[in-house]
């Protein structure tokens, strides 16, 4: 018997290295026993990997369907991969055959590995957990080995910040330049929801000490002299100023996840498309499986889908376009800056939000990235269409007496068909019955054109209009007198 000890749970390269060596060697798959634990075995001689004299090739699928493979928590993972590998030299296409046992199993942990990055990508909700020098931390438990596999995803979304993602296999911190990895932190210790800030702040000092990215350094990259000259830059000293309480406010307004069963059922569901004949039954079910959504291929690149967020039988219901870079980290929809011109003219117009029910066209936010920031795209044809069918999920569940659709992207959303705004604005429109009962349509503009509007005046007239469109559709929704 051949006894290999691998240097971690999940050491692909130390794998293939084995791998490569008992291959050339002859050596059966039932002769070889796999172990990452130190003192397993020992009355038998342990190797640790070396590298093979001869190199043969594989395709280059099965080193990705390993290297997957290889983060599963299965015990039998190391020997299956290895029987594949000896299987593959005698069957060359055996790759290619879904139906054989090994390869179906295979694959259905590939499968499961992915589901967890993807979990994990949609799940992990970061706490403001020191304010100076300003640092997250995230506590999870990833279905399988997945944190490391999982990270540079939250490096490219949250570049600017310093974090620490904690999980009971690794660590793993971001200084806003590097990502390092440590040992799992003790589920014992795992906080619960209300847990101390303080165990947070023990467990980060414990684990990282990151040379975070301050003032300082935003200072130098765009030194003073240059703000004279960039639009953008007399909202430096505010922005620096109100930091943290945006950034608190930002991890406070983080919607909890929703319960397990609803997860589990909306995860079951929405897998392969099963809701094609099946829909969700509650608004925490469609936020639920929005999360795993894949009509369309905005998902990739979103930190989450944003569902809408209001009252659950909301007579009026506001849809906008798409989240904004703030909206994709918090998960909550219209928090960010065109939300703020938003709350100011519903407070303009008398509606209270509380009692309305605020959504998007498009659940995920697409964007390009430009340096470290992440510019807004507006969603095509397709994805709108594609989108829709989450729209509708909420239309039908909240059942709304008028609808408003801020901006030519919402209308297209409510309605189906393009429209510029400006020859339906302002009026109420009858919309057709599709599940969620009979509603109005009041198309009004999207806040982020107030915003861009550069005329003083022009800007002014607009505003008074949206204003005005706001306290229409909240009469015909008779949230006003
Ligand atoms: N713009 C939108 O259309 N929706 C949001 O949620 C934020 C900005």
């Known amino acids: 018997m051949r006894v290999v000890r691998l240097s971690s749970e999940i050491d692909f390269d130390g794998w293939r290295t084995a791998a490569r060596r008992l291959r050339a060697e002859g050596v059966a798959p039932d002769a070889v026993l796999w172990t990452v634990e130190a003192d397993l075995f020992e009355a038998a001689p342990v190797e640790t990997p070396?590298?093979?004299?001869?190199?043969?090739?594989?395709?280059?699928?099965?080193?990705?369907?390993?290297?997957?493979?290889?983060?599963?928590?299965?015990?039998?993972?190391?020997?299956l991969l290895y029987r594949l590998l000896w299987r593959l030299e005698r069957e060359p296409r055996l790759i290619e055959n879904p139906a054989d046992p090994d390869m179906a199993r295979a694959r259905d942990m590939q499968k499961a590995v992915a589901r967890a990055i993807h979990k994990m990508h949609a799940f992990v909700r970061f706490r403001l957990v020191e304010t100076e020098p300003e640092t997250y931390a995230a506590w999870f438990e990833p279905a399988h080995r997945v944190t490391e596999a999982a990270a540079p995803f939250f490096a490219r979304r949250f570049t600017n910040m310093t974090w620490t993602i904690l999980t009971p296999d690794a660590c793993v911190a971001w200084d806003g330049q590097t990502l390092k990895v440590s040992e799992g932190a003790d589920p014992a210790d795992a906080p619960s929801e209300d847990a101390q800030e303080e165990l947070w702040r023990t467990y980060y000092a414990s684990i990282f000490n990151p040379a975070r990215l301050n003032e300082r350094m935003m200072r130098q990259e765009m030194p003073k002299r240059y703000w004279r000259n960039l639009p953008e830059a007399r909202l430096i000293p505010e922005l620096v100023e109100t930091a943290q309480a945006r950034a608190a406010a930002m991890v406070a307004a983080t919607p909890s996840p929703p319960p397990d069963r609803v997860l589990k059922a909306a995860l079951r569901h929405a897998r392969d498309g099963a809701y094609n004949g099946d829909l969700p039954t509650s608004l925490d079910e469609v936020a639920a499986a929005a999360q795993v959504c894949r009509r369309c291929a905005l998902w990739r690149d979103a930190t989450q889908a944003v569902p809408g967020q209001g009252a659950a039988h909301a007579p009026l219901m506001f849809v906008g376009e798409q989240p904004g870079d703030q909206e994709d980290l918090a998960g909550l929809p219209f928090v960010g800056p065109a939300g703020q011109v938003f709350e100011a003219a519903l407070k303009e117009a008398g509606v209270p939000r509380?009692?309305?029910?605020?959504?998007?066209?498009?659940?995920?936010?697409?964007?390009?990235?430009?340096?470290?920031?992440?510019?807004?795209?507006?969603?095509?044809?397709?994805?709108?269409?594609?989108?829709?069918?989450?729209?509708?999920?909420?239309?039908?569940?909240?059942?709304?007496?008028?609808?408003?659709?801020?901006?030519?992207?919402?209308?297209?959303?409510?309605?189906?068909?393009?429209?510029?705004?400006?020859?339906?604005?302002?009026?109420?429109?009858?919309?057709?019955?599709?599940?969620?009962?009979?509603?109005?349509?009041?198309?009004?503009?999207?806040?982020?054109?107030?915003?861009?509007?550069?005329?003083?005046?022009?800007?002014?007239?607009?505003?008074?209009?949206?204003?005005?469109?706001?306290?229409?559709?909240?009469?015909?929704?008779?949230?006003?007198?």
């Open 354 to 481: 509380d009692r309305t029910f605020v959504t998007n066209a498009v659940k995920h936010f697409k964007h390009e990235p430009r340096g470290k920031r992440r510019i807004h795209k507006t969603p095509d044809r397709g994805e709108v269409t594609a989108c829709r069918w989450w729209l509708d999920a909420e239309r039908r569940l909240v059942r709304p007496r008028v609808i408003v659709a801020l901006g030519a992207t919402a209308a297209l959303a409510v309605t189906g068909k393009a429209a510029p705004v400006g020859e339906s604005r302002g009026r109420p429109l009858q919309l057709p019955d599709q599940g969620g009962g009979q509603a109005q349509l009041v198309v009004t503009y999207h806040p982020s054109f107030l915003l861009r509007l550069p005329d003083a005046d022009a800007r002014e007239r607009a505003r008074a209009e949206f204003v005005g469109d706001l306290r229409l559709a909240g009469e015909l929704a008779k949230l006003i007198d």
């Open 50 to 79: 070396s590298p093979a004299a001869g190199a043969f090739t594989v395709p280059p699928a099965f080193v990705d369907l390993a290297r997957s493979v290889v983060l599963h928590r299965s015990g039998e993972r190391f020997s």
